[in-house]
């Protein structure tokens, strides 16, 4: 790396003079930006993530609602008829802190209700729990609206979560602070995650981790299976059209003599799951 060390100072000559002199106005649009960052990683003068965070910030005044919405369909909703076992049944089995909450049907949004709100309800109640009483008023935006601002909305309001509308006033799905970060830092790795183009891992307990996107003729030369659909192509294809729907994390399929589990889903996508056999499950209940 060249290095300027006139006055003591330890820096490096070339980028950084050229980076400043573009943030003085010389550079001519936002690609010459990245162009920089992307010679700053390269030379190690700033780390690969951080990279991937700069590049995430200019793209969230590019990109609109409609690009990382949660569609319609997928959307999970609770309906504020129901009774109130059900309800909690739902939150504790979906996992996620905020609900819309529908009237007669998904057009009909009567308000955002918080898993926290109907726990400290269900503690605190002597009566009957009215899930009209816990609603939280309904942000609506609409699918064009660009994601900076969003976020600026977000942290003014400090909302987590929007209902997106189409041009016609009906609910088009639903996008949270999550949704826009992401674009920002990317997916959070955990114990489950494995690299995206390895298909199976063996774990040491004898059990198994599967990539959701294993093509179903490996997954069955692998476990020995003998599963088969007109429709999809792969494992986590298969699985959905088995449940009916968009896997969620902690579902569970018996198929021939596997235990197949959901261990790493979003609202979108199904990522991992984890096998093991079904004569050692029972064995270890």
């Known amino acids: 790396m060249n290095e300027d060390r006139s006055n003591g100072e330890t820096r490096p000559r070339s980028w950084w003079m050229r980076f400043t002199q573009a943030l003085r106005g010389e550079i001519e649009d936002q690609e010459d930006l990245l162009d920089l960052l992307r010679?700053?990683?390269?030379?190690?003068?700033?780390?690969?993530?951080?990279?991937?965070?700069?590049?995430?910030?200019?793209?969230?005044?590019?990109?609109?609602?409609?690009?990382?919405?949660?569609?319609?369909?997928?959307?999970?909703?609770?309906?504020?008829d129901a009774p109130i076992e059900e309800i909690i049944e739902h939150v504790i089995e979906v996992g996620h802190s905020r609900f819309p909450v529908i009237g007669e049907g998904r057009d009909d949004i009567r308000g955002i209700l918080l898993a926290k709100d109907l726990l400290r309800a269900c503690r605190n109640a002597t009566r009957a729990v009215q899930i009209s009483q816990l609603l939280r008023p309904v942000t609506f935006i609409p699918e064009s609206k660009y994601l900076d601002l969003l976020l600026e909305e977000f942290r003014t309001n400090r909302n987590h979560m929007a209902i997106v509308v189409d041009e016609y006033g009906g609910t088009a799905g639903?996008?949270?602070?999550?949704?826009?970060?992401?674009?920002?830092?990317?997916?959070?790795?955990?114990?489950?995650?494995?690299?995206?183009?390895?298909?199976?891992?063996?774990?040491?307990?004898?059990?198994?981790?599967?990539?959701?996107?294993?093509?179903?003729?490996?997954?069955?030369?692998?476990?020995?299976?003998?599963?088969?659909?007109?429709?999809?192509?792969?494992?986590?294809?298969?699985?959905?059209?088995?449940?009916?729907?968009?896997?969620?994390?902690?579902?569970?399929?018996?198929?021939?003599?596997?235990?197949?589990?959901?261990?790493?889903?979003?609202?979108?996508?199904?990522?991992?799951?984890?096998?093991?056999?079904?004569?050692?499950?029972?064995?270890?209940?």
């Open 39 to 80: 010679q700053a990683s390269e030379r190690q003068l700033i780390e690969s993530d951080a990279l991937r965070m700069m590049e995430g910030v200019l793209r969230v005044g590019e990109m609109q609602v409609r690009d990382i919405m949660i569609p319609r369909p997928q959307m999970e909703v609770v309906e504020i």
């Open 174 to 285: 639903l996008v949270t602070i999550e949704d826009v970060l992401e674009v920002i830092v990317g997916d959070i790795a955990d114990e489950h995650d494995i690299d995206e183009d390895t298909m199976v891992v063996a774990r040491e307990d004898g059990q198994f981790l599967v990539n959701a996107l294993i093509p179903l003729e490996e997954f069955n030369e692998a476990f020995s299976t003998g599963l088969a659909d007109a429709d999809v192509d792969t494992l986590g294809g298969y699985v959905a059209m088995q449940l009916g729907h968009l896997p969620r994390v902690g579902e569970r399929l018996a198929l021939d003599d596997l235990d197949i589990q959901v261990v790493r889903a979003d609202r979108r996508r199904v990522y991992t799951f984890k096998i093991a056999r079904r004569s050692s499950v029972t064995a270890a209940e």
